[in-house]
C-alpha cells in the first residue's frame, strides 16, 4: 500500500527520483546534462520548493518558471515530444512512488502546467519563425 504525498521528505522523494529518470533519459538527459548544463546542488532545492508551494501550499518558491524555459528554449528548441516524455516520467514517477488525493493533484497540475508552458513556447517559437524540432 503506497502513501500519499504528504510532507516535505515526500516531495524530495518525488523531486530526486524523477531527475534521476530524466537525466537518464535519451530525450531530457543531453538537455539538462548539455545544454543547460544544470547545478544540481542549486536546481534540486529550487524544485523542492516548487513542489513543496504547488503541492503542500507551502511559502518559499520564488522564481519564475515560463522564464527559466524561455531561456532554454532559446539554446535549444523545446518540442512536443520533448514535453511528452516530461510528461511521461513525472506521472510515472509520482504512480510508483505514492497515492492518493495529492498524488492525483500532482499529476494533473505537472500536466497542465506542462501543456501551459508547451503551447507559450510553441506560440513564441512560431510567431518567431522558429522552426520547431530545427535543432535536432
Ligand atoms: C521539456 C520539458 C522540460 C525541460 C527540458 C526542463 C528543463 C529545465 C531546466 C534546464 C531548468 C533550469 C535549471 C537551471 O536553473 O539550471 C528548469 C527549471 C525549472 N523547471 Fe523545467 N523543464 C521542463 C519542464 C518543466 C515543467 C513541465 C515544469 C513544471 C511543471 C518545470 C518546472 C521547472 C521549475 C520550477 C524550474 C526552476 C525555475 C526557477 O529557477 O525558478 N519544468 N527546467
Redesign the pocket.
Known sequence: MKKDIENANDIKILVDTFYQKAVENDL?GP??NDI?K??WQ??LP??YS?WSSVLLATPGYV???MD??FR?NQKIT?TDA??NT?KDLFVQTVTDLFEGEIANEAKKK?IS??DL?FYKIQNYNQSAGVNIGKVR
Do not use: E, K, Q, R
Request: glycine residues 4%.
Open positions: 531530457l538537455i539538462f543547460a544544470v547545478n542549486h536546481h529550487i524544485m516548487f522564481g519564475n518558471p527559466a524555459h532554454l523545446l520533448d514535453f516530461w505537472a502546467i506542462a508552458m
